[in-house]
């Protein structure tokens, strides 16, 4: 029974690059949610899918950063022209309704 | 004011101690509370829901101040396996929609 997956584990990419994050929830699971740790800091909410829909997306930056959920294959977390500032832990966790999250091992983005 | 608050430590304690964290949240109307724990930069790991009316977990025992908008953590006979950072973490909706978190209190268990 596998957790929650994603991949990569690390991805570098130099400034004005794209970076794509990628969550496969876990089995059985259909809500998906996105977080953020910067150095030193804790998690931040970004956003919250159900599959093709985006429930709450208050945490999300207003430019570059975008999300999906599609109706096949896992989440994607879109980073475009990416900046130093970017460089973080990215978490993806997945639950059912009403019940509780679990997280995957998470993305180090590295941005040069 | 952030919404969840911590000292961030670090606490270093020797093994076998009894080491107790806190931590104060700013919205009232938050509806659920937990504390996770995350190793080294890992993903966190739910350790235990926190109640009003105070629950335990072999060693460790949460518990909620509504009116004081406080949760604690303590961890009896501390063990080097207990050494991480300890998350506080609220939900201000029914749902498990948006967890937010504290920074963390970072906990060093020594021999």
């Known amino acids: 029974n596998a957790g929650v997956m994603q991949n990569p584990r690390h991805l570098v990419r130099r400034r004005g690059q794209e970076a794509r994050l990628r969550c496969s929830p876990m089995?059985?699971?259909?809500?998906v949610y996105w977080y953020r740790q910067l150095p030193e800091e804790g998690l931040k909410f970004m956003v919250y899918?159900?599959?093709?829909?985006?429930?709450?997306e208050s945490g999300m930056p207003k430019e570059r950063f975008s999300a999906e959920f599609p109706k096949e294959g896992p989440s994607i977390l879109r980073i475009q022209q990416v900046v130093r500032g970017d460089s973080a832990a990215y978490f993806c966790?997945?639950?059912?309704?009403?019940?509780?999250?679990?997280f995957g091992s998470g993305t180090q983005l590295s941005v040069l | 004011r952030k919404e969840v608050e911590q000292d961030p430590g670090p606490f270093n304690v020797p093994e076998g101690a009894t080491v107790a964290f806190n931590c104060t949240y700013s919205?009232?109307?938050?509806?659920?509370f937990f504390w996770y724990r995350q190793d080294c930069r890992k993903e966190p790991k739910l350790l235990m829901s926190v109640y009003s009316s105070g629950n335990e977990d072999g060693r460790f025992t949460a518990q909620l101040n509504r009116a004081s908008q406080y949760i604690s953590l303590l961890i009896r006979d501390s063990k080097l396996s207990d050494s991480a950072t300890y998350l506080c973490v609220v939900n201000d909706k029914g749902t498990a929609s948006k967890l937010t978190f504290g920074t963390g209190t970072r906990l060093q268990v020594t021999l």
């Open positions: 966790a997945s639950s059912n309704p009403n019940e509780k999250l679990f």
């Open positions: 899918l159900q599959k093709e829909n985006i429930i709450d």
């Open positions: 919205n009232s109307a938050s509806q659920s």
């Open positions: 089995k059985g699971h259909s809500h």
